[in-house]
């Protein structure tokens, strides 16, 4: 079956634009996440979703960063104002269940990403 | 403030031999402990998941083992292969935040012929 995945794999774009990212789960999973990694680090939380709605949205940066899934399944993580700070690789994860089914059930899957470069 | 930390920061060894990456962590509540292995330009691949109550996992020629007194978490791989260079990633789940992940900076691998 298909993975998750992430469109586009890459994006240039110029400080201050508008870009959306998108991310598709695999089928049926209900929990959705997206991190940001910087080069040489470790994933960074950013939001997770738990069906249509945003369960923990604790890791966003600021308010120029948003995202929705609205029904349930494709996620889209939206930046405004673009900044070159903004320049990462983001990572979208969809697991089984979030808080619901017990610990081995959160297992995250990871999509392959979407690299950012602000210029 | 809940952290992972991991060691070394980077690792060269040749094929064949075997090598040992390390974590500790600062999480509570804990939840669970995973390792992933990231290839470069790709996503998170995940190796072995560890509960408080696991002491050790393996998963082929990979195996992690969890000390949760200590919160100190070993990954071992033996007889590596080339296909092993990557980046090793020690992840902490928080309990009761819907598996929100805390990760690790990660042990840059690479293994020489």
Same mark, same amino acid.
């Given at each position: 079956g298909a993975g998750v995945s992430q469109t586009p794999s890459n994006k240039v774009t110029e400080k201050g634009k508008y870009v959306? +990212?998108? %991310?598709?789960?695999?089928?049926?999973?209900?929990?959705?996440?997206?991190?940001?990694?910087? +080069?040489?680090? !470790?994933?960074?939380?950013?939001?997770?979703?738990?069906? /249509?709605?945003?369960?923990?949205?604790?890791?966003?940066?600021?308010? =120029?960063?948003?995202?929705?899934?609205?029904?349930? @399944?494709? @996620?889209t993580l939206k930046i405004q104002r673009t900044e =070159?700070?903004?320049?990462?690789?983001?990572? %979208?994860a969809s697991s089984p269940k979030g808080l619901a089914g017990g610990q081995f059930h959160n297992e995250q899957?990871? !999509?392959?990403?979407? =690299? +950012? /470069?602000? +210029? | 403030k809940n952290q992972v930390e991991q060691s070394p920061q980077s690792l060269i060894i040749l094929e064949g031999k075997n090598c040992t990456l390390q974590c500790n962590y600062t999480v509570s509540p804990f939840s669970n402990l995973r390792w992933y292995k990231q290839d470069t330009g790709r996503g998170p691949v995940s190796l072995t998941i560890m509960t408080f109550s696991e002491n050790t996992k393996s998963n082929g020629r990979y195996t992690a083992t969890l000390d949760a007194d200590?919160?100190? $978490? &070993?990954?071992?791989?033996? *007889? &590596?292969?080339? &296909?092993? $260079? *990557? $980046?090793y990633i020690c992840v902490v789940s928080v309990d009761n935040q819907g598996g929100k992940l805390i990760f690790g900076q990660g042990t840059e691998l690479s293994v020489k012929p």
């Open positions: 959306e +990212l998108r %991310c598709d789960p695999i089928s049926g999973h209900t929990a959705l996440y997206w991190y940001r990694q910087s +080069l040489g680090q !470790g994933p960074e939380f950013l939001i997770y979703f738990q069906g /249509t709605g945003a369960a923990d949205d604790s890791g966003l940066p600021n308010d =120029r960063f948003f995202a929705v899934r609205p029904e349930g @399944s494709v @996620s =070159r700070g903004d320049s990462a690789v983001y990572l %979208c899957f990871f !999509g392959p990403g979407t =690299r +950012l /470069t602000v +210029l | 200590t919160k100190q $978490s &070993s990954l071992h791989i033996t *007889a &590596s292969q080339l &296909s092993d $260079s *990557a $980046s």
